[in-house]
Every structure is written in C-alpha cells, then in structure tokens.
C-alpha cells in the first residue's frame, strides 16, 4: 500500500513526476549541491527555485536554463517550475512605464527560453515594490521567528521612511528604486491596465511554447503600499484576471494558501480559490502555508495552527481535481536553524507529506 501511494504522488529517484499531487521542494535562488541532497534525502520528487541567480540583466538565456533541468536531473530530481524573474526585468511593464515595451520583448524571449529548456512554468507576481514584513523576529510557537504585518506601523512612518519593510533580501534593491522612481501614486485602475497589456502580451508566447504563466496573489494582500495599488488582493481580483486572459491555457495561479489566508475573510479565501479555480484546472502549484490574523495585521505560523486547517485543504485540493505540486513557503525559523530555515522546511515538508500519505490511505 505505501509504495503504491508513493508511486502515484510521484515518488524521488529520477523517474518523473507520475500524475496527481505531490510535494516539492523550493524557495531557493541557486541549485547547489547541498540543496538538491537535501532535496533527495526528504524525498520529494521536484523542486523549485525562485529568483534563481542567472546572468542577464535583462532576461534569462537557453543555456542557462538547461544547465538547471540538467542538474537537477542528475540528482533524480525534476525541475518542476521557475518562480520570478528580477523585478527589473519588467518593472517597468508593471508600472506602465516608458520602456515596458522593450521589457516586454525582453520577457517573451526568456519565456520562449524556458520552454526550449524543458521548465513546464514560470511563476510571477504584479507587486512592483515587493512583499512587505514589518517584522522578521516575532515570536512564535516556543518562541520561532516568525515574520508579521501590521498596517498601523506602515501607515505611522513616511513613505520614504517605509522601504525598511520591503521583505525579500533579493528584491529590495529593485523595490526600491521603484519607490524612488514612483513620484506619483500609481492607482488600481492604472494596475489593472498594466495588467492587461502585460498579460495579452506574454500569453500567446507561452502558448506556442508550452509554458504556463502562474500569478502569486499580492502580499499582503492591502489596497496600496508605496504609493502603488495591490490589485490581486482578493478572490474577485483573481476572478477578473481569468477573464482578462480569455481562459488561455497558458494562465493559471501560483496558488500561496498564506496570501489567501491574509485576506479579510482568512480561510474562507483559500476554500473559495480552490473551489472555483482547481476545477478549472488553474491552480499551477500551491504555496502550503498559513498565518495567524488577517490584513491589517497577521503573522506567520506552523502548520496547523493558523487560519485553516491544512486536511481540510488537501482534501480540498483533490476533490477540485488538483494534480501539480505542493511546497514550503515563509516557514518559521526555530531554534539552531540557518539562515534559509533548513529545519523548518523539514518540518513543512513531512507535516503534508504526513497529511498526503493519511488521504492516500483513507482514499
């Protein structure tokens, strides 16, 4: 039974991902050898990177890219998605700015790149500054690191002053510079139309080349930050990009359960999103994780002790006809962990595992 249940989840060992859900491994920028071990030794099958450390300055080369599905696949891994390109590859489209066409061109290529390199998706966002902390060191169980949102402390300090909070190490430089570079505040209706001409631009290239486009929600999930509107901030955001693609077969979701689980509403959000999106065969992967509170305050937290319950999801999940995978995602850093919290991706990883092998089991 348990090699059975393994098989169909699409067991490690360089055998290819059999269809239906599974667990992989991510959130890292650089296939070292250590990683892809660690990858191995946890068992999953897959794994993905984001933001990986590649040369270009303004987009991403073939042979590049195949150096990574290569290297992956002598560790029996797959290389199962690529989350993020710099934001200055297309911060510029996301801003409507005055060289966005170029960038545009410059996005294409790589997309036409990963294709040709054997990457079935490529993850992305529409948050021109970035996700936001306000804090990376609050207390959590037993007293982890966690990282917390509180909008108050946002609001408290000028914008100049709010670059602090700027979340992700590799990305506050490029954030910044948008901030700097914004000297008027840039509207929902003008992300919208950003929106449009970005996606109507990329789609028919994925198209041809057989990739898959997955938009992360926004985080946090609030109306502005920065001076620039939050636009995937809600279901009914997420709803109207769908239309925006004409139900292209290249656009689908990077579905963060902790983004959802942000929102006004907290887990209602992430039920809702499953439901309406997985039967459509939409949700591209999952990020599997959750916080404690909703916007405009919340902190992350372990499994199972946030807003939803992570069965229930799962369950979820495979009654909406899910198949791609599963990762961890913003885990709490515990007590002796390094810096990229090895042990509380451990953690995540074998607490769904765990989860998948009792659904397999009860099936």
Not at 58 to 84: K, S
Not at 166 to 193: F, I, P, S, Y
Request: charged letters at 20%.
């Amino acid at each position: 039974m348990a090699t059975s249940a393994a098989a169909g989840r699409g067991a490690a060992g360089g055998e290819g991902n059999a269809p239906g859900m599974r667990v992989a491994l991510g959130q890292f920028n650089q296939l070292a050898e250590e990683k892809l071990l660690f990858a191995r030794q946890l068992g999953v099958s897959g794994v993905q990177l984001n933001t990986p450390q590649l040369p270009g300055e303004r987009r991403w080369e073939l042979a590049d890219l195949r150096d990574l599905v290569e290297r992956c696949r002598a560790h029996g891994l797959t290389l199962e998605a690529i989350e993020n390109v710099p934001i200055h590859f297309y911060d510029q489209a996301m801003l409507g700015g005055p060289g966005r066409d170029e960038q545009i061109d410059h996005y294409r290529a790589t997309i036409r790149n990963v294709g040709r390199a054997g990457i079935p998706i490529l993850g992305y966002h529409f948050m021109p500054n970035s996700v936001w902390r306000t804090s990376r060191t609050t207390p959590g169980r037993g007293g982890a690191h966690v990282t917390s949102f509180d909008m108050a402390l946002v609001d408290a300090v000028a914008v100049a002053e709010q670059r602090a909070f700027v979340a992700k190490r590799d990305e506050r430089a490029d954030a910044l510079a948008v901030m700097e570079g914004t000297d008027h505040e840039v509207t929902a209706d003008a992300m919208w139309a950003n929106y449009a001409y970005f996606v109507r631009a990329v789609l028919p290239v994925a198209e041809e080349e057989g990739v898959k486009l997955a938009l992360h929600p926004d985080d946090p999930p609030v109306d502005t930050l920065g001076g620039v509107a939050r636009i995937f901030k809600d279901v009914e955001g997420f709803k109207r990009a769908a239309e925006i693609a004409a139900d292209s077969p290249a656009w689908g979701l990077d579905l963060c359960l902790g983004c959802c689980s942000e929102m006004p509403g907290g887990a209602e959000n992430v039920f809702a999103m499953i439901e309406h999106f997985g039967p459509r065969g939409q949700i591209l992967y999952v990020h599997f994780r959750d916080v404690q509170g909703t916007v405009p305050r919340f902190q992350e937290c372990f499994l199972g002790e946030g807003n939803y319950d992570p069965a229930r999801v799962l369950l979820a999940l495979r009654r909406a006809g899910f198949t791609g995978f599963l990762l961890d995602d913003h885990v709490p850093h515990v007590v002796d962990d390094t810096p990229w919290a090895h042990r509380g991706r451990a953690h995540a990883v074998g607490y769904v595992q765990g989860l998948m092998a009792m659904m397999d089991a009860l099936a």
